[in-house]
């Protein structure tokens, strides 16, 4: 492909790259988007030569005039949409930037043209890059570097018509415009790609340790907080069943001690609640007090120590990346003991949840220390007991009208004596007595637990949970009504616990003397799934989520602290490789090792902090750069090649034509020169010879002469060089 | 009339006298052009001294003979200081070298002195003469011929007399055919009388500065010295080329691609005038037999090196 025509692909390829890039990140309006996708592909099309598409171009109405005059209504456009229709500054500078983009696209004709193109496109990128954090950005991104890089060559490449002018012998200046063809060979295919991706690696390399002073100064906005239900001060009943079905995640769960015992999966809980009032839960112990931090950043829930004298509950360590939620709840598995994060302060209301002060607008990470109340043998066969009124009044509250359930719950346990074994036949009474179904109504009526547990026999979680607190109250067992999300998706690439909307969950603490508060769960597997069946898209699935994450931790979020980070942990790898190295050194150079030990202790044992030495380190890349740049190592040896450019394409024919003679039986001596190897050719091949002869003719003129054969020429030595295919020899 | 279409044109005129030889006419005005002086050497009566005497015929130049002898005089060469009367001093009266083409004939049969004299000619185109320095006539160009087969009485040049010389030529017999239509031609007259001036000096100087601008490409400069860093290594030879003989191939190769109407230089041309420009700066070693001095020999030694160097691609 010659450059020029390659030149206008790249560039294409440019604007639509950051088109992409702004469709996918700024929400174009859809009739914006399509004009635009429109003009991107007629644009190519009339690149690529088509006849009708020439001719559509060709009865275009508009002037050059009407294209100026299109600019200053697109211009005051931009002043309306900033004002009153999108009321905020970078929309509507989007909004302009594509018609920019649309009437460049139209009227590329001259190489400032093609520059401003590249200007709008630069602008775009740099928006959509300022708009998103999201990966798919990422290749976007590499795909317009690459249209970048080749650009910028073919560009530089190509030249003007009038620059392209060869100084005769005597001395009188020939203009050759349009005379040398340059043509896309391999090589320069493969160093314009390889280009492009150094300078992805090169600012990878910098990305990871140059230190940087601030962000910049388009951060992303606040985004919307996703909407979750089931957390509030107030939860009707039914309120999670909608959430059920959503796939978005909520938050990654990793725990510290290695991997889960996946069969149970593991309960992260947000709230608990203690009034139920036939059709609602209600928080009454929902006050909030702020916690005490002790001194390491992790803050100590008092409340939840365990009631158990002896410690015997099993401790879990999480890290949870918490995606924004519109609730302020910290979950973590039961019973959470500390918390730690980046977190001012972190509050606690008197059921053990633990809250932030307010909801978080980005994504917030912390780890939690739990601690699982074991059920101590006292409480297994002691019998229901009396509690103070101030813990009767929220545990044992039952709305008025439960006699019926009240009559169930004594059928259900009235062969059991001990509580807890009381607790045991209310459970599995639900879990296999009832049918678990998403689809249950039960939200509009008016009495949505008798509803459940007497006539439908359909619910899920919160039916069953509620079902389930209400039954061990009427029986005089304390119990309460917790909301959370069931972790069950593992994903075994990133090692953590996925979990989503859908795996929101209710359930049931209920309090025994002894051991304090148990978690039970009423509600039976569910056999539903939401989603796409197939294993391996599940594997994908959560590979792509690894990704995603691996992406947002090491990109979008990364600091200068991180940096800080990664350069101890390379100095600290440099430093064992150096050691082992030196090791190995030592057994072979004794003599030497105590002066090398030496210089190694005052060289990396000195007082140069690690952020010293990363300047230190840019400083003498930065140098390099400038010697390579004022030395040019490379200009020598460029110099004896300064075939590479002009006459690249008759020397590669040359040389297709050397390599088909050589087939043909007619291999050139290492020692003969052009004419020569052209007269041995004429004698053992006679018809070859005039075509041989005049390929070679060129190829001189320009291997030797330095004269860039002309298009004409070019193609009729291609010609030859057919022709030469063709004939049999003799 | 361009550069091309006259040596072109000057090559046609000579071949009228000198049949048969295009080859030599040729190379003649490679020398010619490339300012460098010409050695031929050739068994007598094949036209050595009517191809210089057509050359200079062919050119609107001063030319002059001299017929070198045993007891020839450098002062017969250069010139002697006689003292005028009139003026009470001595004058320069200038000799035969004081001529565009000069034509030495037989010039190993003259003393290293007589040799020597010319010396300073050749490579400085000037000559110093009681301590005063006069430049010579340009263009300048010495054409020697030297007979091999005849070794009694002769004083065979030294290597640094032949140096000098750009190229050395053999003429050799032509064919019978060509053969026949000198004997055909009336012998009236010298052959190279006939001859009508094509250039005048001016356009000789103007052709040789044309030289000077044809283009050889680095990796053609970069076979050239492959070329003589072979012949300073090869065992063959205990002498190898100098640095004035690979300055010699480099002016003589741009002189062939301006003769053939070239701007620019081919592996070709050096091939092609590596044996002639290159095989009297060199000796044979000693191991490769009696004759040592042998034309054949040097020149078929140089064309094997040449034959062993890759050509640039």
């Known amino acids: 492909m010659p450059f020029d025509q390659a030149l206008r692909f790249a560039s294409i390829w440019l604007a639509s790259t950051s088109f992409i890039g702004l469709a996918l990140g700024a929400g174009l309006p859809e009739w914006l988007a399509a004009l635009t996708g429109a003009a991107l592909i007629v644009a190519f099309l009339r690149n690529r030569g088509h006849k009708s598409v020439e001719r559509l171009a060709r009865f275009s109405p508009i002037s050059p005039a009407g294209w100026n005059l299109l600019v200053i209504v697109g211009f005051l456009g931009f002043w309306v949409d900033m004002l009153w229709v999108s009321g905020e500054l970078l929309p509507a500078g989007i909004h302009f930037l594509m018609i920019l983009m649309i009437i460049k ?272 043998p006292a409480d297994l066969s002691s019998e229901p007991s009396l509690y103070p009124e101030s813990f009767t009044r929220h545990f044992l509250q039952i709305p008025v009208q439960s006699e019926r359930i009240a009559i169930l719950a004594k059928e259900v346990t009235h062969t059991q004596r001990a509580t807890f074994d009381k607790v045991h036949a209310i459970q599995s009474f639900l879990a296999h007595n009832f049918h678990y179904s998403l689809d ?168 140069i902090s690690s952020l010293a030495e990363v300047l230190g380190l840019a400083l003498i890349g930065l140098a390099f750069f400038l010697w390579l740049g004022i030395k040019r190592p490379w200009a020598k040896a460029m110099a004896g090649k300064k075939t590479t450019r002009d006459q690249q394409p008759i020397v590669q024919l040359y040389g297709r034509m050397i390599g088909h003679l050589a087939r043909k039986g007619i291999s050139k001596p290492a020692s003969s020169p052009p004419l020569e190897f052209v007269r041995l050719t004429q004698e053992r091949w006679r018809d070859a010879g005039s075509a041989v002869g005049s390929i070679t003719e060129l190829y001189c003129r320009a291997r030797f002469g330095q004269i860039s054969p002309t298009r004409a020429e070019l193609s009729l030595a291609e010609g030859h060089l057919r022709y030469l295919m063709a004939l049999h020899k003799p | 009339m361009n550069a091309t279409e006259i040596i072109l044109a000057i090559q046609e005129n000579i071949a009228r006298v000198i049949k048969g030889k295009p080859h030599v006419i040729e190379m003649s005005l490679v020398a010619l052009l490339a300012r460098g002086h010409l050695l031929l050497e050739d068994v007598p009566g094949v036209g050595k001294t009517t191809l210089a005497h057509s050359l200079a015929r062919s050119l609107d130049c001063s030319f002059k003979r001299i017929q070198f002898t045993s007891d020839l005089l450098p002062s017969d060469i250069v010139g002697v200081s006689i003292f005028n009367r009139q003026k009470q001093a001595f004058e320069f009266m200038p000799g035969p070298i004081f001529a565009n083409i000069v034509l030495a004939d037989e010039i190993n049969r003259t003393t290293p002195k007589t040799q020597s004299s010319l010396l300073e000619a050749m490579s400085e185109a000037q000559i110093s003469f009681d301590n005063k320095t006069y ?80 283009l050889m490409e680095e990796s053609i400069t970069d076979y050239l010295l492959a070329i003589v860093q072979c012949t300073r290594q090869s065992d063959l030879l205990s002498l190898g080329v100098s640095t004035r003989g690979a300055l010699a191939l480099s002016r003589a190769a741009k002189a062939l691609s301006l003769v053939r109407g070239r701007t620019f230089c081919l592996p070709d041309d050096i091939k092609e005038l590596a044996p002639i420009v290159l095989s009297h700066r060199i000796m044979v070693a000693r191991t490769q037999g009696i004759r040592q001095r042998s034309f054949e020999q040097a020149e078929r030694i140089i064309q094997d090196l040449v034959e062993s160097i890759p050509v640039p691609v």
Request: with cysteine.
């Open chain 1, 440 to 607: 249950a109504p039960l939200a509009e009526l008016n009495h949505p637990l008798e509803e459940f547990l007497f006539s439908r026999k359909t619910g899920y979680c919160e039916h069953y949970a509620t079902a389930m607190v209400m039954m061990l109250r009427t029986v005089g067992i304390p119990a309460r009504l917790v909301t959370g999300f069931l972790a069950t998706e593992w994903n075994e690439y990133g090692n953590y616990y996925l979990v989503r909307q859908q795996d929101a969950h209710a359930w049931v603490e209920v309090y025994l003397p002894h051991s304090g508060w148990i978690t039970m769960d009423p509600t039976p597997p569910s056999l539903e799934s939401v989603g796409s069946n197939s294993p391996a898209w599940h594997a994908l699935g959560r590979m792509m989520d690894t990704v995603r994450l691996q992406w947002s931790r090491f990109f979008v979020q990364y600091s200068a602290a991180d940096q800080l980070a990664v350069v101890r942990e390379l100095k600290a790898g440099g430093t064992s490789a150096r050691n082992k190295a030196l090791d190995s050194m030592g057994t072979l150079f004794n003599p030497f090792m105590a002066m090398v030990g030496g210089i190694k202790e005052y060289v990396f044992n000195g007082t």
């Open chain 1, 105 to 376: 696209l139209f009227n590329l004709k001259l190489r400032r043209d093609y520059l401003h193109l590249y200007a709008i496109s630069l602008v775009a990128i740099l928006a959509s890059g300022s708009l998103t954090t999201d990966l798919w950005y990422l290749p976007i991104f590499l795909l317009y570097l690459l249209a970048g890089v080749w650009t910028l060559l073919l560009f530089q490449l190509t030249k003007h018509p009038e620059e392209t002018q060869v100084l005769t012998m005597s001395g009188t200046v020939r203009s050759q415009a349009s005379a040398s063809v340059h043509l896309v060979t391999p090589q320069f295919f493969w160093l314009a790609n390889g280009l492009a991706f150094a300078t992805f690696g090169l600012t990878l390399a910098i990305f990871f340790t140059v230190p940087r002073v601030s962000a910049g100064f388009y951060q992303k906005g606040v985004g919307e907080n996703m909407r979750t239900s089931g957390f509030s001060e107030t939860v009707n009943l039914g309120e999670i069943g909608p959430i059920k079905r959503d796939p978005s995640v909520v938050m990654r769960v990793e725990l510290a001690d290695g991997s889960p015992n996946k069969a149970d999966g593991l309960y992260l809980r947000g709230v608990a609640f203690d009034q139920y009032d036939g059709k609602a839960w209600t928080n009454r112990l929902g006050y909030r007090r702020s916690v005490n931090e002790d001194g390491t950043g992790a803050f100590v829930l008092l409340g939840n120590r365990s009631a158990a004298p002896a410690r015997l509950g099993e401790t879990i360590r999480q890290n949870i990346l918490l995606e924004p939620l519109d609730t302020p709840v910290l979950f973590a598995a039961p019973f959470i003991e500390r918390v730690s994060g980046k977190f001012p302060s972190v509050q606690s209301d008197l059921t053990g949840s633990a809250y932030l002060p307010f909801p978080s607008s980005s994504r917030i990470e912390y780890s939690v220390l739990s601690r699982s109340n074991p059920v101590l």
């Open chain 2, 135 to 214: 430049p010579l006539n340009q263009p300048f160009m010495v054409i020697a011929t030297q007979n091999p087969a005849e070794y009694h009485g002769t004083f065979p040049l030294p290597e640094s007399q032949l140096d000098r010389f750009l190229m050395r030529l053999r003429i050799g017999y032509p064919s019978p055919e060509e053969e026949k239509k000198v004997l055909h031609r009336s012998q009236l007259l010298h052959p190279a009388e006939e001859l009508q001036p094509l250039l005048t000096a001016h356009d000789v100087l103007l052709l040789q500065e044309q030289v000077d601008h044809v």
